[in-house]
């Protein structure tokens, strides 16, 4: 008797494995679904900023573009003015880079304030750190196109479109 019971439960048990993960109203039954395995949770890549700016400068440079933040997994326009002190050129900048202690989207507009001594003259790279009030901070990496030369601060205000 026990053995015809064993074979009976080993009977429904392989009768059930190809219905793991089907839902109840494929098997017929009603509120009943078999859990599949979980699925590993993967979290939004880290703050991200792309942008393209111009500038004109003769002494004081005049700074301006636009970019898109990308944070937790959208997309964020915003708008970009700047000034420069000694500054010399006419240039374009094409920039990339990681946000850094950015908690809600709403603390990337502001002013940020980056010191800066670099020269580009046809198309060259460079490295820019920018930080604002919030404490969020931007490492950004550009290629220039112009001819160009910064021997001061920059200051850059980014508001959100």
Same mark, same amino acid.
């Given at each position: 008797?026990?053995?015809?019971?064993?074979?009976?439960?080993?009977?429904?048990?392989?009768?059930?494995?190809?219905?793991? &993960?089907? !839902?109840?109203?494929? =098997?017929?039954?009603?509120?009943?679904?078999? /859990?599949?395995? /979980?699925? /590993?949770?993967?979290?939004?890549?880290? /703050?991200?900023?792309?942008?393209?700016?111009? !500038?004109?400068?003769? &002494?004081?440079? =005049?700074?301006? &573009?636009?970019?898109?933040?990308? #944070? $937790?997994? !959208?997309?964020?326009? #915003?708008?970009?003015?700047?000034?420069?002190?000694?500054?010399?050129?006419?240039?374009?900048? =094409?920039? $990339?880079?990681?946000?850094? @202690?950015?908690?809600?989207?709403?603390?990337?507009?502001?002013?940020?304030?980056?010191?800066?001594?670099?020269?580009?003259?046809? !198309?060259?790279?460079?490295?820019?750190?920018?930080? @604002?009030?919030?404490?969020?901070? =931007?490492?950004?990496?550009?290629?220039?196109?112009?001819?160009?030369?910064?021997? &001061?601060? $920059?200051? #850059?205000?980014?508001?959100?479109?």
């Amino acid at each position: 008797m026990r053995r015809i019971a064993r074979i009976a439960v080993f009977a429904l048990a392989a009768a059930m494995v190809p219905m793991v &993960g089907a !839902q109840a109203d494929e =098997i017929g039954g009603s509120g009943f679904a078999v /859990p599949m395995e /979980p699925q /590993p949770v993967t979290a939004p890549p880290p /703050p991200y900023v792309e942008l393209e700016s111009r !500038q004109v400068a003769a &002494g004081v440079g =005049i700074s301006w &573009g636009s970019g898109t933040l990308s #944070f $937790e997994g !959208q997309q964020h326009a #915003f708008s970009l003015k700047g000034v420069s002190l000694i500054d010399v050129g006419v240039s374009k900048m =094409i920039a $990339e880079g990681e946000v850094e @202690n950015l908690a809600r989207v709403s603390d990337f507009a502001g002013r940020y304030l980056a010191v800066e001594a670099g020269a580009a003259v046809g !198309q060259g790279a460079s490295r820019l750190v920018l930080r @604002n009030q919030h404490g969020v901070v =931007i490492r950004l990496s550009s290629e220039l196109a112009g001819v160009s030369l910064t021997l &001061g601060a $920059e200051g #850059f205000q980014i508001a959100l479109r």
